[in-house]
């Protein structure tokens, strides 16, 4: 083009802005629509600022290509941000509610990879950032002094372009853009949505219907049973309708309902919507503890600065000992008090010696020997225990195997399980096929450590309600896998699972495709309305 007319070196510079500023405007938020023809589009806000920028005197045409640039670089960071949380969590980076997550993700690659690697990556995207508008303030400050120079030819080439791209398709595709004009709008509107949020949840967290319910009225039908809800990390329903993986999860699951159900037991299972995919564990937790939908960290610190009964409380009130075993908590967890526990018992309690399985700190069947040599053995109070399952928390491998229960010990048996597995900070350089394959696996291993123990420890009055937390990332659901999750409730007395028998759940540990689907906030007040007594009918009218 004539505006690129001089010194080779130049035009060179000069085409590698142009190409810059049209990557940044036309790059899709999606990781699977990042292929070469996305890329050969004319983007109308590229042309729109050409026009601006001609128009504008020179003192106020270099102030707006600085400003310009800059909004260019930012744009181009809340595009890689949304690809990273798209491929993760399923749904675009939210610019108000986000940030906190940030913290996770750190932690995350420090207990994985080492504190080395968490450092670096810190430093990679404070560098990435900075360079991101660095490189876009001096492309668009290039092109300006560019296009201006050559002010009748690009005032000429952007009216054709204008009319090509309004007119033409190929193959069904507008050759014209809008993908930044989009995006912004798109931010915007979510970002009008985070600031509202937390006024309406908190009113939302007001209204508790079973707020003021006296203990004697609370979960009568439990009494004198102990009560374990199990979230088992990533159990998604993925893991029993993907063609690589439902025979062999829906074979554990098949049978451990025939081998519970020759013991006497009984279990009935659906599904619940978590607020969340691919992550976000605690949001999950809470919303199924509290009855309300947590999906981002401002409603976490709303809720656990609130005094919203929970489950764990409503036990606790009706005078069960409640006890949370986290062995994913390796650190401070005041908000940990809001959940309403006697006791919890973090990661360093658990007083496990053997190694740990990439994530996770423990194998999940120490976890459980844990509670059971701590809180479950001997003449105790009736106990009511919260217990994450984390050893099927990507990146799924190296994993542990069951053993026999009288082996756990202190865990120092585990030792030489860690050895021949491919390293854990490879996942996503890996066949998504071994990863699938992985996650499978572990999810054989925590459902069938829950299996075991029932057959192991269970007796009349245990009563197991276990669930997912939340779907896998994508890498293992592929796109549009929806976020729900497996929830089951096993009983061996009869009356435990009579109370239920008006959900419509499946029978057996393994839900049916058609088995009831409810938002995991629904199922608190269900579950204390199952257990409790009837609300007692309004006097009659006179």
Do not use: C
């Amino acid at each position: 083009m004539a505006f690129l007319k001089g010194p080779w070196p130049a035009r060179v510079l000069t085409v590698l802005a142009g190409l810059l500023v049209l990557v940044v405007l036309t790059a899709p938020t999606h990781l699977d629509q990042l292929t070469p023809a996305a890329f050969l589009r004319v983007p109308i806000e590229g042309l729109i600022g050409v026009v601006v920028l001609l128009a504008l005197p020179d003192r106020a045409r270099r102030v707006a290509a600085v400003a310009g640039g800059i909004a260019l670089g930012l744009l181009a960071v809340v595009k890689i941000l949304d690809i990273g949380f798209d491929a993760v969590l399923f749904r675009p980076f939210d610019l108000v509610l986000d940030w906190p997550l940030f913290g996770p993700g750190v932690e995350y690659v420090d207990v994985t990879s080492g504190r080395t690697a968490a450092i670096g990556l810190v430093v990679l995207a404070l560098v990435l950032v900075a360079g991101l508008v660095v490189a876009s303030t001096w492309s668009v400050l290039r092109l300006s002094r560019a296009v201006v120079r050559r002010r009748p030819v690009v005032l000429r080439s952007v009216a054709v372009l204008a009319v090509v791209s309004f007119t033409l398709t190929v193959p069904g595709v507008p050759i014209m853009s809008t993908n930044a004009a989009n995006l912004v709008s798109a931010h915007a509107r979510q970002v009008n949505a985070g600031l509202r949020d937390r006024s309406e949840f908190a009113a939302e967290a007001a209204v508790d219907a079973f707020r003021d319910t006296p203990a004697r009225d609370l979960l009568t039908a439990l009494r004198g049973k102990d009560v374990i809800v199990s979230f088992v990390e990533s159990y998604g329903r993925v893991a029993l309708e993907h063609p690589e993986m439902a025979w062999q999860v829906g074979q554990v699951l098949d049978e451990g309902t025939t081998t519970l159900r020759s013991l006497g037991y009984s279990s009935r299972s659906a599904f619940l919507t978590s607020p969340v995919s691919g992550g976000g564990s605690w949001m999950a937790q809470a919303t199924f503890l509290s009855g309300l939908k947590v999906d981002n960290q401002q409603r976490y610190q709303t809720l656990v600065a609130s005094d919203r009964l929970t489950l764990n409380r409503a036990f606790q009130r009706a005078d069960w000992r409640s006890v949370g075993v986290m062995p994913g908590i390796t650190r401070a967890w005041p908000e940990g008090q809001f959940f309403g526990y006697d006791r919890i018992y973090a990661a360093d309690d658990l007083g496990y010696r053997g190694p740990r399985f990439s994530y996770a700190t423990m194998p999940d069947q120490y976890t459980l020997s844990a509670f059971q040599r701590d809180e479950h053995t001997g003449r105790h109070a009736p106990v009511m225990a919260t217990i994450p399952l984390v050893s099927s928390h990507l990146p799924w491998t190296p994993l542990p195997h069951l053993i026999g229960w009288d082996q756990v010990g202190d865990g120092s048996v585990y030792a030489p399980m860690t050895t021949g597995d491919d390293p854990h900070d490879a996942i996503y350089s890996r066949d998504p096929a071994v990863v699938r394959a992985d996650y499978r696996k572990s999810i054989e291993y925590s459902l069938g450590s829950l299996i075991s123990y029932v057959k192991t420890y269970g007796d009349n009055n245990l009563v197991l309600v276990f669930l997912g937390d939340h779907q896998p990332n994508a890498m293992v659901t592929g796109e549009n896998a929806g976020r729900d999750v497996p929830i089951t409730i096993v009983a061996r007395d009869p009356s435990v699972l009579d109370r239920i028998s008006g959900w419509g759940w499946t029978d057996g540990l393994k839900p049916a495709p058609g088995a009831p689907v409810w938002p995991m906030n629904a199922f608190r007040d269900r579950f204390l309305t199952a257990f409790s007594p009837p609300a007692p009918s309004p006097p009659p009218a006179h």
